[in-house]
């Protein structure tokens, strides 16, 4: 049997026990955390990893506009080479059908038509051969915007030599919102969608590089705008330099190309 002071020593060591073990309510010693400490942790972890997906969408979204904005100036300039090509190889070419003769080359402010001996990649046999074009300004299917379409085959179709005489017998205001018909658009490619302000103007001037559009006298041979002098081309020749101009992108472009130099 314990005697009393074994029974008072161990009385001391539990309360001693007790009061260590309880103290300032959790265990002392203990590495542990409480309720509260938990959830502020939670919420600082929270706040870091919310400023981190912030700072990585914005740059992501960032990357993906200069991604975009680069891609559609490479689709630009290969537009503006295009047609450059097209215009520089174009081929005087007049034919005889059931009206009558009709020479090919012919255009107004949204519209031009040509044989040029330049391809593009989209048709077989690129670079061989004479190709009949359709260079013109619509509405983009499923938008109001305008895009810049190319029609172009290796042969005279029907619908190409209809167009090309249903605009030279129009009238000028005809002209000037023509549009060569379904069956046109059904085989074009679209090559730039959002342009702004497109026109095509003529002069039988040629140009001459480095010296400028009518040369020796630019400003006599340019209205205000900065155009060519006719605005629409129907002669049996085919004109010594064509105009391109149009905004896109909040830019704008004009390119000045000599005509069958090639």
């Known amino acids: ?21 309880l103290h300032n309510g959790r265990p002392v010693g203990n590495s542990g955390f409480t309720l509260l400490e938990l959830i502020i942790s939670m919420t ?3 706040m870091v990893v919310l400023v981190l997906y912030f700072a990585f969408s914005i740059g992501a979204r960032s ?23 097209d215009l520089q190889n174009v081929v005087p070419y007049d034919m005889n059908w059931e009206r009558g003769r009709l020479s090919v ?42 895009c810049l379409l190319l029609y172009k085959s290796s042969r005279p179709s029907p619908e190409f030599v209809r ?18 018909g379904m069956e046109i658009a059904n085989k074009s490619l679209l090559i730039l969608e959002g342009v702004e302000g497109f026109n095509i103007s003529y002069s039988m001037e040629k140009f001459i590089p480095f010296a400028g559009a009518g040369h020796e006298a630019p400003e006599s041979r340019m209205s205000r705008d900065g155009a060519l ?14 105009r391109v101009a149009f905004g896109f992108e909040d830019r704008d472009f004009v390119v000045y190309v000599p005509v069958g130099s090639w």
């Open 63 to 85: 990357w993906n506009d200069d991604s975009l904005r680069a891609e559609k100036d490479i689709r630009l300039e290969a537009v503006l080479r295009l047609v450059e090509d």
């Open 1 to 21: 049997m314990l005697n009393m002071n074994q029974i008072f020593s161990v009385k001391i060591s539990r309360e001693l026990i007790s009061a260590d073990f």
């Open 163 to 180: 167009a090309v005489y249903n605009f030279k017998s129009s009238s000028e205001i005809q002209r000037e919102h023509f549009a060569p």
């Open 105 to 146: 080359f012919t255009g107004g402010p949204g519209t031009v038509f040509y044989v040029t001996g330049n391809g593009t990649g989209a048709f077989a046999g690129a670079g061989a051969g004479l190709f009949f074009s359709i260079l013109y300004v619509d509405t983009c299917p499923e938008t109001t915007e305008d």
């Open 229 to 242: 002098p006719d605005k629409f081309w129907v002669a049996q020749e085919t004109p010594g330099q064509v």
């Open 44 to 46: 600082i972890i929270s």
